[in-house]
């Protein structure tokens, strides 16, 4: 999870849906307090999840000292910076929460105005004109929100942090030396759909609403995508052996579930291939909307955390 907008979708993030793609700036947060006057169920289900807790929990860990000290700069995990990346919520400067809406969805100070601007002050969600929803989901796109519908993005925020990414090769090598976990088993359906799943959407705004067979196995894919992409890169750079077998795991569950579906979508032998971020998005284009679950439903894990 970033404190920001990703650090890695914002070079090239697409629009979702049918939003043009548009250049994506960067802004600060202001706290889960702001984002829970308006959604108050999805910051419920934050605070029963380990990201919640772990704002009390992850600095006492026994390693938590030398895995800091192993990264630079402080060695507090609430002061140094490589580790507030993932582990925390900063607003003005500051550690405020563990991973929170902002560290998915970027931070808000730029887009929260235009995101609650429905039309009026009585439209409710489910009751916005469907040309102001578009131009509001694609003006507050442009400036930093990552849309739940941005699933290359939000798999890039969760695989940032669950497999390091976020972190430079030689940095990760001595935190890893340290104690620091590498997640190699990392699978986004697992730990999207989890304890943090929170789909409160029209027209079932009070229910928590499971993927269907076809979203789960779009997301499936979608993380796998992306896992391909940047475990192919972390092959290239790394020297620490551990991790290394790690992101070779990951090459290989990527491969399987990609090929499961390259016959009937080419951009999955073209990811194969050559795994590049520009890649990655086009197979993710590519299988948008459709259902692939008779290909991959049975690769799905059933197991959530």
Not at 118 to 126: A, H, R, S, Y
Not at 201 to 223: C, D, I, R, S
């Amino acid at each position: 999870m970033l404190k920001t907008i990703s650090k890695l979708a914002v070079a090239g993030a697409l629009a979702f849906a049918a939003i043009a793609a548009a250049p994506v700036s960067y802004a600060e947060n202001i706290g889960s307090k702001k984002c829970e006057e308006c959604h108050r169920a999805e910051v419920r289900v934050w605070q029963d999840t380990h990201h919640f807790t772990s704002f009390k929990e992850a600095h006492r860990n026994k390693a938590a000292r030398d895995i800091a000290e192993a990264a630079g700069g402080a060695k507090s995990m609430r002061r140094n910076e490589t580790c507030t990346t993932c582990h925390y919520t900063e607003v003005g400067g500051k550690a405020e929460s563990g991973p929170s809406c902002e560290s998915c969805h970027g931070g808000a100070s730029k887009w929260l105005d235009i995101h609650n601007n429905l039309g009026g002050p009585k439209v409710k969600t489910e009751d916005e004109p469907p040309a102001h929803k578009k131009k509001r989901l694609e003006d507050a796109r442009k400036a930093g929100m990552i849309h739940s519908a941005m699933l290359f993005d939000i798999a890039e925020n969760c695989n940032g942090c669950h497999t390091m990414a976020n972190v430079n090769a030689s940095t990760a090598d001595k935190m890893i030396a340290a104690g620091h976990p590498i997640n190699g088993d990392y699978e986004f359906v697992t730990y999207s759909q989890g304890e943090v799943r929170h789909r409160f959407y029209p027209p079932k705004v009070n229910e928590n609403q499971e993927m269907t067979k076809a979203e789960l196995a779009e997301a499936f894919l979608t993380g796998h995508a992306v896992g391909l992409v940047y475990a192919s890169k972390a092959l290239k750079e790394t020297g620490n052996a551990k991790y290394k077998a790690a992101m070779e795991k990951r090459v290989a569950d990527a491969t399987k579930a990609l090929n499961a579906v390259k016959g009937s979508v080419p951009a999955a032998g073209a990811l194969l291939s050559s795994p590049t971020e520009a890649n990655g998005r086009k197979f993710v284009a590519a299988i948008d909307g459709k259902d692939m679950s008779g290909a991959v439903g049975g690769m799905i894990p059933s197991a959530r955390k």
